[in-house]
């Protein structure tokens, strides 16, 4: 079985400020790793993924994520956030036998003025 | 290339009822699953279809249901409704022997 925990439920952060949102992950299999974005009463957008290779992954919006296999963490983060980018951010894991994916409790992401 | 699309988009039922809710997924796409999102649970796995077969299922009770057409489009359903299933329901369509899931906007079901 799988687990996943998202360390913050809501972070606040000023415009232009860097900003990490946590994910640690459990499980005894090898597995793929996702961010996913949530905008208001909207579905889930792929961020980013690891799937194999580099354990820095990039998306084209300016969020990076890093595989750590020994911290079983996979945090995103951005350097300089735009109001927006408020949003809610959920990581997400599947086996690499399966796409099954299993959630993060979803983290509330806030850029204020 | 259209997204999946979910049909309805929202949706108002009462307690002991049934509904079916549709999802279409990106042509060429041959999975699709189902997850349900609540602010007490979070997002949960429902089930899997693939070429009409369903090939893995989450914990969930036997009211709740899918099938899948030969086409690729899916409709999953609930029946006798409880208060606790008012839910956003998200379908998501992948290519076969990729890991990438593309998610449609959802079902937002009310149960009252």
């Known amino acids: 079985a799988q687990s996943v925990t998202q360390l913050d439920s809501q972070v606040p952060v000023f415009e232009e400020a860097p900003v990490e949102l946590r994910c640690n992950y459990s499980?005894?299999?090898?597995?793929?790793l996702f961010w996913y974005v949530q905008y208001p009463n909207q579905g889930l957008q792929l961020l980013l993924k690891?799937?194999?290779?580099?354990?820095l992954v990039e998306s084209i919006n300016g969020f990076e994520a890093e595989f750590n296999k020994s911290q079983t963490s996979f945090h995103l983060r951005k350097p300089s956030v735009h109001i927006s980018d408020t949003a809610e951010y959920f990581c997400?894991?599947?086996?690499?036998?399966?796409?099954?994916?299993?959630f993060g409790e979803g983290t509330q992401l806030t850029v204020n003025p | 290339k259209a997204g999946v699309t979910q049909t309805p988009r929202y949706l108002i039922k009462t307690r002991g009822q049934q509904v079916t809710l549709s999802c279409s997924p990106i042509s060429g796409h041959r999975s699709v699953s189902w997850y349900q999102q609540t602010p007490g649970q979070g997002l949960q796995f429902l089930f899997e279809y693939f070429s009409e077969t369903q090939r893995n299922k989450g914990n969930f009770p036997g009211r709740f249901s899918g099938r899948q057409f030969s086409n690729s489009r899916s409709e999953m359903n609930v029946s006798t409704l409880e208060l606790g299933d008012s839910a956003l329901y998200l379908c998501?369509?992948?290519?076969?022997?990729?890991?990438?899931?593309?998610f449609g906007p959802g079902t937002r079901l009310t149960v009252t």
């Open positions: 690891y799937l194999s290779g580099s354990t």
């Open positions: 998501a369509s992948r290519l076969a022997g990729d890991y990438e899931q593309y």
């Open positions: 997400a894991v599947s086996e690499t036998s399966g796409s099954r994916l299993t």
């Open positions: 499980s005894s299999v090898s597995v793929y």
